[in-house]
Nanobody, 119 residues
Framework: QVQLVESGGGLVQAGGSLRLSCAAS????????MGWYRQAPGKQRELVAT???????NYADSVKGRFTISRDNAKNTVYLQMNSLKPEDTAVYYC?????????????WGQGTQVTVSS
């Protein structure tokens, strides 16, 4: 069993900062790509950022220059530093990871953490 647990969400004023974290635990052989997605009310879930085990990053255009994704491979943890937050960043943020266990790879999702940016 693999579990991803997000933390760090909350309410912040526009222009403020927030740092999300997501820790993977369980019977894990290897964690491959990790990432963050978000879903606002009435909208499709969208990619925010991803990071490979080697450190290669990818960002949505809407967050580029404001958000930074990083990871600690020893802790199987991924972070999302969010700066210059805007009201349109308001969403439930989900952690995602491809995890290898029992000889196979599969995608796992966290339960989500709410980020609300007020104007």
């Amino acid at each position: 069993q693999v579990q991803l647990v997000e933390s760090g969400g909350g309410l912040v004023q526009a222009g403020g900062s927030l740092r999300l974290s997501c820790a993977a635990s369980g019977n894990i052989f290897r964690v491959n790509i990790m990432g963050w997605y978000r879903q606002a009310p009435g909208k499709q879930r969208e990619l925010v950022a991803t990071i490979t085990s080697a450190g290669t990053t990818n960002y949505a255009d809407s967050v580029k220059g404001r958000f930074t994704i990083s990871r600690d491979n020893a802790k199987n943890t991924v972070y999302l530093q969010m700066n210059s937050l805007k009201p349109e960043d308001t969403a439930v943020y989900y952690c995602n990871s491809e995890v290898v266990r029992l000889g196979r790879a599969g995608d796992y999702w966290g339960q989500g953490t709410q980020v609300t940016v007020s104007s």
